[in-house]
């Protein structure tokens, strides 16, 4: 390693669907945050882990910072704002598109309490005329000293390297903290269960909004057959929700469990079984044992 390698801590926060994800997928090179057109898709600290021949940068993809309606919610937000001061640099990413919020705002009183750098990230530049950006560019100016403002296009990839380039530039010198193959510092089964999580996400639309949880049950390998054999639940608030994810004749679950297969396969590089079943526990989301038996543990923040 050259004596001048450089490393740390980059969080990324933003309010929901500001494409915080699928910056993280683009830089990280591979899928490791679930993506969805639905908000608090994030909901626990997700490292991801870039590193070259200069550097090594550790993203946090932080859940959406807003303003709390139960527990879960109260977890989330409480993870994303104690990762502020973690850090070595925070990137607050914003939507072109849609511009300057109530939401931005609650989010830039907790940015004007922390001493590190703050760069604003305006994604989704793919999707706005270039004569969009310089008011924007000036109204958030106005709000918060930043250190740099970056536009971007995290889907087509548009900037994305000048901004690694200025990430890296703002960086001390330290070690290498993952090895350099290492791309995300969560365990398999956590990144499993994402997976299924977002294609119900992605297949339900508005029926089911952020009921649900996934809970891997087993994961077995099967050396005979080369192949990994998965159990998870699927749990959901309601028994109506219950039958929207099973489907007519068991359809949903299965259409589910195929797209899911195809993402743990590529995950783990072999041939998948995975068994998913649809469990009900009412009001999960504000019972704190619950919570914790799900993995949105107090402790983590």
Known sequence: MNEDFKSGFVTIVGRPNVGKST???RVIGEKIAIMSDKPQTTRNKIQGVMTDKESQIVFIDTPGIHKPKHKLGDYMVNVAENTLNEVDAILFMINAEEGYGRGDQFIIDRLQRVNQPVFLIINKIDQ????QLLPLIE????????????????LEGNN???LLNVLKGHLPEGPQFYPEDQIT??????????????KVLHLTHEEIP????????????RENKNAVYIQAAIIVERKSQKGIIIGKQGSMLKEI???ARHDIESLLGSKVFLELWVKV?????NRQVQLSDFGYNEEDY
Not at 185 to 198: A, C, G, N, T, Y
Not at 211 to 220: D, F, L, T
Not at 281 to 285: A, L, P, V
Request: no cysteine; aromatic share 10%.
């Open 185 to 198: 510092d969560h365990p398999e089964r956590f990144v499993i269960s994402e997976f299924i999580r977002e």
């Open 128 to 131: 706005v005329h270039p004569d």
């Open 257 to 259: 469990g195929k797209r």
């Open 160 to 162: 994305v390297n000048h």
């Open 23 to 25: 910056f993280m997928n």
């Open 210 to 221: 952020h009921s649900i949880a996934v809970v891997i049950e087993g994961i077995e390998p």
């Open 139 to 154: 109204q958030y100016k106005e709000k918060l000293d930043f250190e740099e403002i970056i536009p971007i296009s995290a």
């Open 281 to 285: 526990q009412k009001d999960w989301r």
